[in-house]
């Protein structure tokens, strides 16, 4: 009965907000509106923990509002009345859908109250604060010209309130010490402004409570000297990512979501999965060095995404299947191996003129030298896995050789990103499940 009365009383909340956003409208901007909606979604949610007691219930609450959103989507009467004030903006965006499979997620996950206090607090206050502050005073932005727009007083003021989201639950429920709560709470202000600075489509409203709270569950019961680490760790980041940055044609947002992807990476894997991304990153813009003519081609961020994707689906899956985590290692160093044998490859065929066999064994020495070889000494990879390896390996540079004909390389598109994903998630889950076969029938992992 409590529960039904609470969701009663929730439904009718947001009913309410959304009925004074509507008589609003004609005063007020559609993002403005919409930052009025998400705000009350979010102190709404925010009582969930003292309101409800079985996480079930929300879960049913969420599955309706979800279902009550797409009528709103989807029925033009419904949409061009009281929707207006959730689907008035001209960007697309899934954003309050994202938001309720957020609430649900974590309030499903949390342990303890701060926890749930913490995630959906940074993701209703520091989100809309930082956008509307972003919106009316942003001047600087940090974004490139064909990406979301982005402007540093934003995200200066989204760490700020970040920070503030983080601290004063931390200090005022928790035993933990005030050093500790201050390294936490800078570690997920810094963290959270990085996730919102890549986020697109609204999906910040999933991606900033599952990491904020995956951060916080990573952080939170460590000695100071370990979280300190972590600290350090994402400080010596931020310095290669600006070296890179300086060498390179990446976007100032291409360089923040790499640092969130070694991150996470980090927390995720441990220090030795660092290491593939790391030789990709560092070695992107050298031998051969970067021509002039590279350096105008501007990489924005789906270059990381490209490079990265199918090396993460790799690492949650050995967080998921411990059993297999060796091999999915392996297989997370072969798919940055693999991108940077392609990489390397079309720098030499379209900036430097190079033979296609002479270019293709650049990249494979290259991928070798700095990716493969090490991987061999730092795991337990037998000579058949890394023959296994060094074939995949091979094995991606027809494909390589195809899309640099089909696709102009000098203007890299989202068609070049999606072969090369394809490409390279393709031979790794074909290395995957090869490996574990052999290794079953030879008892090798």
Not at 255 to 273: E, S
Not at 367 to 380: E, K, Q, S
């Amino acid at each position: 009965m409590q529960d039904l009365l609470a969701a009663l009383g929730v439904m009718a909340a947001l009913g309410s907000s959304m009925l004074i956003a509507r008589l609003l409208s004609g005063k007020i901007s559609p993002e403005w509106s919409r930052k009025i909606i998400h705000i009350a979604m979010g102190c709404i949610a925010l009582t969930f923990p003292f309101v409800f007691a079985n996480s079930w219930s929300v879960i049913l609450l969420g599955l309706i509002s979800i279902g009550i959103l797409l009528l709103l989507r989807h029925i033009k009467a419904l949409r061009q009345s009281i929707g207006q004030t959730l689907l008035g903006v001209k960007r697309k965006s899934f954003g309050e859908i994202y938001f309720v499979i957020a609430i649900m997620v974590v309030f499903f996950l949390h342990q303890s109250p701060f926890e749930y206090l913490i995630a959906i607090s940074v993701l209703t206050f520091a989100d809309s604060i930082a956008a509307l502050v972003g919106i009316s005073y942003g001047r600087h932005t940090i974004a490139h010209a064909d990406e979301d727009a982005k402007s540093s007083e934003g995200s200066t003021t989204f760490f700020v309130v970040a920070f503030m989201c983080a601290l004063v639950p931390l200090q005022l429920m928790t035993e933990i010490g005030r050093a500790e709560v201050l390294v936490i709470s800078f570690l997920i202000g810094l963290l959270a402004a990085m996730i919102e600075m890549i986020a697109k489509n609204g999906n910040d409203n999933l991606l900033l409570p599952l990491l904020t709270y995956s951060i916080l569950r990573e952080n939170i019961y460590k000695p100071l000297d370990e979280i300190l680490t972590n600290l350090g760790i994402m400080v010596i980041f931020f310095a290669v990512g600006i070296m890179v940055y300086k060498l390179t044609n990446l976007t100032k947002l291409s360089v923040v979501y790499a640092l969130l992807a070694a991150y996470l990476m980090m927390i995720l894997g441990g220090i030795m999965w660092i290491f593939p991304p790391l030789m990709l990153f560092v070695t992107f813009g050298i031998m051969p060095e970067m021509t002039d003519e590279e350096k105008q081609m501007t990489q924005n961020y789906k270059v990381i995404e490209c490079n990265t994707i199918v090396g993460i689906l790799c690492l949650y899956a050995s967080v998921f299947l411990p059993d297999l985590r060796d091999v999915l290692y392996i297989a997370f160093s072969l798919s940055f191996a693999c991108h940077l044998a392609i990489n390397t490859y079309s720098r030499f065929v379209n900036f430097f003129h190079k033979k296609k066999r002479v270019a293709a064994a650049m990249g494979l020495g290259k991928a070798a030298v700095f990716i493969a070889l090490p991987t061999l000494i730092l795991t337990n990879m037998n000579w058949l896995t890394f023959g296994l390896y060094l074939g995949a390996m091979v094995l991606v540079v027809p494909p390589a050789v195809f899309f640099n004909i089909m696709y102009d390389y000098k203007n890299v598109g989202d068609e070049t990103f999606r072969a090369n994903k394809t490409t390279v998630g393709t031979y790794v889950a074909i290395f995957i499940i090869v490996t574990v076969l052999i290794g079953g029938y030879y008892g090798i992992f």
